[in-house]
């Protein structure tokens, strides 16, 4: 069955969030294997192994996937330019964790903030809570979240791939009803 029949698009203003496919491969490879972008997300290494990102969009468009994947697309449905990506992971108790990064090209240009506003407005998992985390020399992804109405939970740790060591977290939380 065709993923992106499953998975809503979501348009914003400026780009839309549609569901990634295998043409973003190249694209999204490129990115995820800048170094700057790898030491803000815990789960892309450095260097970027061959077949991590191919995986990823397999995994991403299987139907039995826990994890929903949008591009953050410039050039509407039917595809652009890849500006950066966004998910959001399956919880228990109908929540989703909601995790994102921006190519560095388009960094300081607010996609993050439409993007994570996109998915709480458009809530497309029907979700009654959305969760999130931040490195704690990551302000600007904290901004983002609080913008959007997500409230400070606590300090945590998680374990970044690219940097090989465990880093300081913010965690944050979004009750949508």
């Given at each position: 069955?065709?993923?992106?029949?499953?998975?809503?698009?979501?348009?914003?203003?400026?780009?839309?969030?549609?569901?990634?496919?295998?043409?973003?491969?190249?694209r999204?490879?490129?990115?995820?294997s800048?170094?700057?972008?790898?030491?803000?997300?815990?789960?892309?290494?450095?260097?970027?192994?061959?077949?991590?990102i191919?995986?990823?969009?397999?995994?991403a468009?299987?139907?039995?996937?826990?994890?929903?994947v949008?591009?953050?697309?410039?050039?509407?449905?039917?595809?652009?330019e890849?500006?950066?990506?966004?998910?959001?992971t399956?919880?228990?108790?109908?929540q989703?964790?909601?995790?994102?990064?921006?190519?560095?090209p388009?960094?300081?240009?607010?996609?993050?903030?439409?993007?994570v506003?996109?998915?709480?407005?458009?809530?497309p998992l029907?979700?009654?809570?959305?969760?999130?985390?931040?490195?704690?020399?990551?302000?600007a992804?904290?901004?983002?979240?609080?913008?959007?109405?997500?409230?400070?939970l606590?300090?945590?740790?998680?374990?970044?791939?690219a940097?090989?060591?465990?880093?300081?977290?913010?965690?944050?939380?979004?009750?949508?009803r």
């Amino acid at each position: 069955m065709d993923v992106s029949l499953q998975q809503k698009t979501l348009m914003t203003e400026r780009f839309s969030l549609r569901p990634v496919r295998v043409s973003d491969l190249t694209r999204i490879e490129h990115y995820a294997s800048d170094k700057r972008l790898a030491m803000n997300t815990p789960r892309l290494p450095h260097p970027l192994p061959p077949g991590l990102i191919a995986g990823f969009i397999e995994r991403a468009m299987a139907p039995d996937r826990d994890e929903d994947v949008w591009v953050m697309d410039e050039g509407g449905e039917h595809g652009g330019e890849v500006m950066g990506v966004i998910t959001l992971t399956r919880l228990d108790r109908n929540q989703s964790e909601v995790a994102y990064w921006v190519a560095p090209p388009f960094w300081n240009t607010h996609l993050a903030s439409d993007a994570v506003q996109a998915l709480v407005s458009g809530n497309p998992l029907d979700n009654d809570a959305m969760f999130a985390s931040v490195f704690h020399d990551n302000p600007a992804s904290a901004k983002v979240l609080t913008n959007a109405g997500f409230a400070y939970l606590g300090d945590a740790e998680t374990f970044c791939l690219a940097r090989n060591a465990t880093v300081p977290t913010w965690t944050y939380s979004l009750k949508l009803r």
